[in-house]
């Protein structure tokens, strides 16, 4: 990975731990295992999944509050992603079946949370957006395999844009971002092109779109890391075989 990229990355990490440190402690003290940490997470995103699921069986097309709620929900639920491995680590609680037990809810609480989506994008008739979904699904999922699959043979395996702490930052703000643009340009808001029916922005496009750009960044990032893994791989086989 680019070393101006892991720099920023630490650098972020450490701001956020200083901010989550005080909660994590209270999380300690009052007796909360990583474990425990990780299975509130998937519980917060399945209660995602049922925000995007009574949306999209009571709201009606235009009524977009409940992608605003989900997306809250998704940020809250990514916060307890980050708070498990913390509490690992100041708790003095790290265990080799704790780590795989996260990455394991980790990928239900992903597939739990695209369930929602696509559930509700194709109950509201947005076919288009809900196979975009779906791909970045298939995305997603291909990005954590690669790499876990590269680490199995040896290899470090960690290059790309769209890792998970990103794929939530994208769903959850531009999920709010579109509950709050519904709310101020109302959930029917189109624009067309000049002079013709066709339609190239609405409201839900605010979400939607983010979607879109989350299919193509986290396939090339599994297809990237693909690529760094034969290189290494390649480079490793050579040097056994001398």
Not at 98 to 106: I, T, Y
Not at 172 to 187: P, W
Not at 222 to 229: I, T
């Amino acid at each position: 990975m680019d070393t101006k990229k892991m720099k920023f990355r630490d650098r972020a990490q450490q701001i956020i731990y200083a901010v989550i440190n005080p909660f994590v402690k209270f999380l300690i003290k009052i007796g909360l295992t990583p474990n425990a940490v990780t299975v509130i997470g998937l519980l917060l995103n399945i209660a995602v999944t049922a925000i995007f699921i009574e949306g999209a069986e009571k709201g009606n097309r235009g009524e977009l509050s409940y992608i605003g709620w989900a997306g809250a929900m998704v940020l809250f639920a990514g916060v307890f992603d980050m708070l498990d491995g913390q509490v690992a680590r100041l708790g003095k609680m790290s265990s080799s079946f704790g780590a795989l037990f996260d990455s394991v809810l980790d990928r239900y609480s992903e597939l739990v949370l695209f369930l929602g989506i696509c559930y509700y994008l194709i109950a509201h008739h947005y076919f288009y957006s809900s196979l975009f979904a779906f791909i970045a699904l298939i995305g997603s999922m291909m990005v954590s395999y690669t790499r876990a699959r590269a680490e199995g043979l040896g290899v470090e395996c960690k290059e790309g844009l769209m890792q998970r702490p990103e794929r939530v930052i994208t769903i959850g703000l531009s999920a709010i971002a579109c509950g709050i643009t519904a709310y101020f340009i109302g959930g029917d808001y189109k624009v067309y092109l000049s002079g013709t029916n066709i339609q190239v922005f609405e409201t839900i496009s605010v979400f939607t779109i983010p979607i879109m750009i989350l299919a193509l960044l986290t396939n090339y990032t599994a297809f990237r890391r693909l690529l760094d893994a034969k290189a290494a791989l390649d480079l490793k086989d050579r040097q056994q075989s001398h």
